[in-house]
Each structure stands twice: as structure tokens, then as C-alpha cells.
């Protein structure tokens, strides 16, 4: 195509924006856009947004005044606003930000490219009753041998802080025949791990040929498609990790020793207060369940500090809580107000108190993971292979226990699944020593 337009992406937040960006690339390429990493040559430049904290929608506001110098200079140049800050303000970034040409939230992708067409100043941010996933083109673009794939999306959780409810919607999952031919089409494409997607994930309840299935029963039908070698999920919620999907982690090789099961708190007072619906020892107890199914599963959490009302003591629980875990690795956050949502009625937590929780808590999770990390050294580990490493001969990939770790593998090539035994830890990666190529 010789006048192929150019278009930008700038993706923010979490792996959901990440899917939904590449799905949103696949629907333009359709009305002629290729994409560029310069956003020099745009012609259209994509803002994929998250709104999940303050400080993810205040980069949007502060990347679209960057736009405004180059918009002047290509006045044909499109400004699309998509994602969660797209679903939350709505027509206000319009009035905000003349640069700005199209909002368009999470559930209305598959129409972007009639509204890029319409070429007036657009909103769309209503929730469709039809899965817009299967609106979009099929999955055609070059990729890499991990794939992400969305079988579920919104959440009817209702955390007391959590705007995801409000900007995604209620929880909805796609039907299981969307799903196989969607994993059967990137294995064909050389695909060998899938990462299944979903704010709620382990609340999935798709409609199969004979009823719901839950992830558990998905999970397992994925595991038999030929070529496709791992599986992983996330974001889980303790509530809904039921016997079989515990038992699976067991029983299929192909899901990966790896669970992303966020907690928040350890302190029961807060965790009622977050709207959570269970305790800490509930919690506890349910990861010695995954544990006797799994022993060897690294676990990882999101944590708030600083929610309204946290006392001292309710921090230490919290510490409490993660040294009877031990975390392989966690994501933390200082508590952050959203507008709508019942915390952001009260009383925060004094900042410097909150900055220095967080800094307590980021501390005893790197020592955690460092251990993790350590541990691995000396033992074998799978490893598949995403990108070449910055030595010659270097391949990076991934483990079972989403480890990032370097194998010397003058051979190796993008896609390849080897065994290697892990040699030494640095603060964020693994080294390992080639023993043999698995696949
Ligand atoms: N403030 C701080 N962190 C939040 N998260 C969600 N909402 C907020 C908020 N208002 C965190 C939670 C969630 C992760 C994706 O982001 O820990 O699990
Ligand atoms: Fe938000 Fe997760 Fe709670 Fe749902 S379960 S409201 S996505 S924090």
C-alpha cells in the first residue's frame, strides 16, 4: 500500500489496555493504518488510557499538552482518547483538550473505525450488548511467543477504592467457542503461551456448548489444543479460586507455577472496609490450599497502603500477612482517591505516614523476592525465549515462575522452549546454563 497511514499507540496501565491496544492496531489496519514508534509521523496518534489511579489519568492530560506543538505543526493529524479515563470523562476531555478528535471507551473499540471515518470530533462510550471481540477483524499481527488473550472483563467486586466496576463495566465473559478458535488461531501463528485476561478472571462463566464453564473447565480445553505449551491468568480474586481451578494447578502441566492473587491488607478491619468479603486468615488459608496443590507456586498480590482509616497496627498486619506468604513478587500502591467510589468519601491517611508504609512494605517485598529469587539457583528451569539478550549469543525468556532469565544459546531462537539451570540471581533477572532444547 503506498499511502498507507501512521498510526501511534501509546498504551497505559495494565494488560487488558495492552490486548485491547493491539485489537484496536488490527481494526485500523483495516482502514489503511500501519503502525509507527515515531510520533513525529502520525497521523493518527492513539492514547490508550488507565484510570485506575490518579497519577495513570494525569499522564494523559500531561502527554495531550505535548500534542498540542505537533498538532499545529500536521493540522491533519488525529487524536484518539481510548480506555478507562476515555469511559470515566467522557465528553469532558473534548472540552478539555481541543487536540483531541476522538473518546472512545473500552466496550466501543470495534467502532473506531467508522468514527476515524466520520472525521468529526466523536465520543462513544456506551456498553454494548454484543461481544465487541468478535466485531473487531481477526487477530492477524506478528507476535511474539506469549500472547495475551481477554476472556473476561468488567467486575461486579465492588472494592470500596476500585473504579474498575464503574469504567469497565459489569462482569462479562466471551462464550467458549471465541475463545478456543481465538487460541487455536495464535498457536497457528506460533504462539506457544497464552496469559488469559480478564479483571476477574477466576470468575469467568462463559457460555459453553453445555452450560456455563467456569476457568477451571476452560483452562483445562486450552491445555489440549496441540502446540500451545503454557497457560497462565490473571487477576484473580481470592473469593473465586474454587476447588477445581486449585486442583487444575495440580494436575496441568501446561499452567504455569505462577499466581497473581492480590490481598490489598492484612488487616481484617481494613479488608471489611474495602469491601473485600473475606479475612486474612481466610487468605492464608486458601494459599496453603494452593500450596498443597501446587508446593512449588510463587505467589504474587497487590497491595494499598494508606486506606482511609489504616492505623499503625493495621499496617503491621499487613506486614504479617506477607511474611506468612512469602511473596515471589508484588505490586504496591499509596492509596489513591477516585471520584465515585465510597472510600473517596473519607478521611485519608496523612501522606508522609503513607509514603513511608509504602517504602516499609516495597522493602520487605524486594527482600522476598530476592529470596525467591536466590532459591532458584542451582535448580532447573524452563525457559521460552521472547527476545534476544544484549550479549552475543544471549537469549532472555521467561520461567514457569515468570521469571526473566538469560541463557548463553548462540543457537537459540526467538520461540524456542529450553531446560537450563539457573547459575546466579541479580536484582531482576536470572542467569542460566543451557542443559538442553525441550521444543
Ligand atoms: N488507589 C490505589 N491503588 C489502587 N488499586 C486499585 N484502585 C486503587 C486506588 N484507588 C490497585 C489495587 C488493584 C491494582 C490493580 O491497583 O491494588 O489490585
Ligand atoms: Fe477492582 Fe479487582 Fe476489586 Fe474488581 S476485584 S473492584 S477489579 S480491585
Known amino acids: 500500500m503506498t499511502d498507507a497511514k501512521k498510526l501511534f499507540v501509546k498504551t497505559y496501565g495494565c494488560q487488558m489496555n495492552v490486548y485491547d491496544s493491539e485489537r484496536m492496531v488490527e481494526a485500523l489496519a483495516a482502514s489503511g493504518y500501519v503502525t509507527t514508534d515515531q510520533v513525529e509521523d502520525a497521523d493518527m496518534v492513539l492514547l490508550n488510557t488507565c484510570h485506575i489511579r490518579e497519577k495513570a489519568s494525569e499522564k494523559l492530560y500531561s502527554d495531550l499538552g505535548r500534542l498540542r506543538g505537533l498538532k499545529a505543526a500536521r493540522p491533519g493529524l488525529k487524536v484518539g482518547v481510548a480506555g478507562c479515563v476515555a469511559q470515566a470523562e467522557g465528553e469532558e476531555i473534548l472540552r478539555r483538550s481541543p487536540v483531541v478528535d476522538l473518546v472512545v471507551g473500552p466496550q466501543a473499540y470495534h467502532r473506531l473505525p467508522a468514527m476515524v471515518e466520520a472525521g468529526e470530533r466523536l465520543v462513544d462510550t456506551e456498553f454494548p450488548v454484543e461481544d465487541k471481540f468478535s466485531l473487531l477483524p481477526k487477530r492477524t499481527a506478528m ?6 488473550l481477554t ?3 468488567g467486575c461486579d467486586k465492588f472494592c470500596a477504592f476500585c473504579v474498575v466496576p464503574y469504567t469497565r463495566g459489569a462482569e462479562t465473559s466471551r462464550p467458549v467457542a471465541r475463545l478456543l478458535d481465538e487460541a487455536r488461531g495464535l498457536v ?3 504462539v506457544r503461551e497464552i ?7 477466576n470468575a469467568y ?10 476457568l477451571a473447565r476452560l483452562v483445562r480445553e486450552l491445555a489440549g489444543i496441540d502446540g500451545l505449551r503454557r497457560l497462565r491468568y490473571t487477576t484473580s480474586h481470592p473469593n473465586d479460586m474454587e476447588d477445581d481451578l486449585i486442583a487444575a494447578h495440580g494436575d496441568l502441566p501446561a499452567l504455569m507455577p505462577y499466581l497473581h492473587l492480590p490481598v490489598q491488607s492484612g488487616s481484617d478491619r481494613i479488608l471489611k472496609a474495602m469491601n473485600r468479603r473475606h479475612s486474612a486468615d481466610q487468605y492464608l488459608r486458601l494459599v496453603g490450599r494452593i500450596r498443597a496443590a501446587r508446593p512449588d507456586i510463587l505467589l504474587s498480590s497487590d497491595f494499598i497502603v494508606g486506606f482511609p482509616g489504616e492505623t499503625e497496627a493495621d499496617f503491621q498486619a499487613t506486614l504479617d500477612l506477607i511474611r506468612a506468604v512469602g511473596f515471589g513478587q508484588a505490586f504496591s500502591f499509596k492509596y489513591s482517591a477516585r471520584p465515585g467510589t465510597p472510600a473517596a468519601e ?5 501522606a ?3 509514603d513511608a508504609r509504602l517504602r516499609d512494605l516495597q522493602a520487605l517485598i524486594t527482600a522476598q523476592q530476592h529470596s525467591a529469587q536466590e532459591a532458584m539457583v542451582g535448580r532447573e528451569a524452563e525457559v521460552l525465549y521472547e527476545k534476544p539478550g544484549r550479549l552475543p549469543g544471549q537469549m532472555v ?5 515468570l521469571h526473566a532469565v538469560h541463557v548463553q544459546d548462540p543457537e537459540g531462537r526467538i520461540g524456542d522452549l529450553v531446560r537450563a539451570r539457573v547459575s546466579a540471581s541479580s536484582s531482576n533477572s536470572l542467569a542460566a546454563r543451557l542443559l538442553s532444547r525441550i521444543a
Open 195 to 201: 496469559t488469559l485476561l480478564g479483571q476477574n478472571v
Open 188 to 190: 497457528a501463528q506460533g
Open 397 to 401: 525468556g521467561k520461567s514457569g515462575h
Open 205 to 214: 462463566h462463559g457460555a459453553g456448548p453445555d452450560g456455563a464453564w467456569g
Open 143 to 148: 507476535r511474539g511467543p506469549a500472547a495475551f
Open 151 to 153: 476472556v473476561q472483563e
Open 346 to 350: 473519607k478521611a485519608p491517611v496523612p
Open 352 to 354: 508522609e505516614i503513607a
